[in-house]
């Protein structure tokens, strides 16, 4: 399975991106589809996930309503609407195949990352 993701570039604060992540295959073992960030000099942290299955979805932040994940299986596509961006959101954003779970270490699959860079 390969992840493509796409959608990040360079931004001002306040603006919107759509990332998007396309797997090149439904495998077997592949439950959820999540997005994580890492920052620069900071670990990658978990952002949202979405059961393939199901409309289910967790987020790192449920208070936090900037950010919205869907998908549509018939693409295979994950996507992260991220809203009024802020420079702390600036990082490489990573989409994941695997276990539907807020942990990295559940996926299996990884995207290449696509940088968001958010200017103030």
């Known amino acids: 399975v390969q992840l493509q993701a796409s959608g990040g570039g360079a931004v001002q604060a306040g603006d919107s991106l759509r990332l998007s992540c396309t797997a090149s295959?439904?495998?077997?073992?592949?439950?959820?589809m999540a997005w994580f960030r890492q920052a620069p000099g900071k670990e990658r942290v978990f952002l949202a996930t979405?059961?393939?299955?199901?409309?289910?979805?967790t987020y790192r932040n449920p208070a936090e309503d900037r950010f919205t994940i869907s998908k549509d299986n018939a693409k295979n596509t994950v996507y992260l609407q991220k809203n009024n961006l802020k420079p702390d959101d600036t990082g490489v954003y990573y989409c994941?195949?695997?276990?539907?779970?807020?942990?990295?270490?559940?996926?299996?699959?990884w995207g290449q990352g696509t940088q968001v860079t958010v200017s103030s």
């Open positions: 994941a195949a695997g276990d539907y779970s807020a942990y990295a270490d559940d996926y299996e699959y």
């Open positions: 295959t439904r495998a077997s073992n592949m439950y959820g």
């Open positions: 979405i059961n393939l299955n199901t409309r289910h979805t």
